[in-house]
């Protein structure tokens, strides 16, 4: 099956119109094989069927320098990535794994005058696979209005001694959503929705049992450039 994946990657205009970039990620591919076979047979569970056949780039996006934090090696963020699904796969329902671009787990919900509120726990779009590998967002009538991403990693890649961690890569307001965010913050008694979203991962953190939270800073974030600096530090 991966090496359908490989292939269906391969086609991809992105890869086959650079073949460097192709030769690039097969030379990485062969220098870290011990670690890529493990997100194999990680990634063969039936609970994550749908999950790979979604995005051929999945078992092999950890790859890529741009995935979760700058300055990481390959070995570290295959580590992390493995790390990850292993812990998941523990400690979530298998019908929620097996639905993962439709299912949703509500953490909390709270209704206030003609607005509903909640917080919901999923994976993140396509689109923004490289900022963590869950999701919380905050829904305002259904609509998000905020989101968190985050990834379980382990402590040593983040130089601590414990053998979990949350590692936060992203946390931001959606576009055009300032009223519903305003409504919501006073709504919830004047807490800001990135508190919120904070305090709702410590509950789950503490559920889990993992006691270390970290979030990545400005420089280190994929995307980060100096025009956009003082934007990057004020988020």
């Known amino acids: 099956m991966f090496i359908t994946q490989f292939l269906r990657m391969a086609s991809q205009r992105h890869y086959?119109?650079?073949?460097?970039?192709?030769?690039?990620?097969?030379?990485?591919?062969?220098?870290?094989?011990?670690?890529?076979f493990?997100?194999?047979?990680i990634l063969s569970l039936p609970v994550f069927n749908e999950l790979v056949l979604l995005d051929p780039v999945f078992p092999f996006k950890y790859l890529s320098t741009d995935?979760?934090?700058?300055?990481?090696?390959?070995?570290?963020?295959?580590?992390?990535?493995?790390?990850?699904?292993?812990?998941?796969?523990?400690?979530?329902?298998?019908?929620?794994?097996?639905?993962?671009?439709?299912?949703?787990i509500t953490v909390f919900e709270n209704r206030e005058g003609d607005s509903a509120y909640a917080i919901t726990l999923g994976f993140p779009p396509k689109y923004a696979i490289w900022e963590g590998e869950m999701r919380l967002q905050l829904l305002v009538d259904g609509v998000q209005v905020y989101v968190m991403q985050f990834t379980i990693v382990p402590g040593?890649?983040?130089?601590?001694?414990?053998?979990?961690?949350?590692?936060?890569?992203?946390?931001?307001g959606s576009k055009g959503r300032y009223q519903?965010?305003?409504?919501?913050?006073?709504?919830?008694?004047?807490?800001?929705?990135?508190?919120?979203?904070?305090?709702?991962?410590?509950?789950?953190?503490?559920?889990?049992?993992?006691?270390?939270?970290?979030?990545?800073?400005a420089e280190s974030q994929f995307c980060y450039d100096e025009k956009s600096a003082a934007l990057f530090k004020e988020s």
């Not at 493990?38 to 047979?41: D, L, V």
């Not at 509950?203 to 990545?216: D, F, Q, V, Y």
Request: aromatic share 8%; with cysteine; glycine share 6%.
């Open 156 to 172: 040593r890649v983040l130089r601590s001694d414990a053998r979990d961690a949350v590692f936060i890569q992203r946390i931001q």
């Open 16 to 36: 086959w119109s650079s073949p460097s970039r192709l030769g690039r990620i097969l030379w990485s591919i062969l220098s870290n094989l011990p670690r890529q």
């Open 38 to 41: 493990e997100i194999f047979r």
């Open 67 to 104: 995935y979760l934090i700058t300055g990481l090696t390959a070995e570290q963020r295959g580590c992390c990535f493995a790390h990850h699904y292993r812990f998941i796969e523990a400690r979530l329902p298998d019908h929620f794994l097996r639905q993962r671009s439709q299912r949703e």
């Open 180 to 217: 519903q965010i305003h409504a919501a913050t006073k709504a919830l008694h004047d807490v800001a929705p990135p508190a919120l979203l904070v305090a709702a991962l410590h509950g789950l953190a503490s559920a889990w049992g993992i006691r270390e939270m970290a979030g990545i800073c």
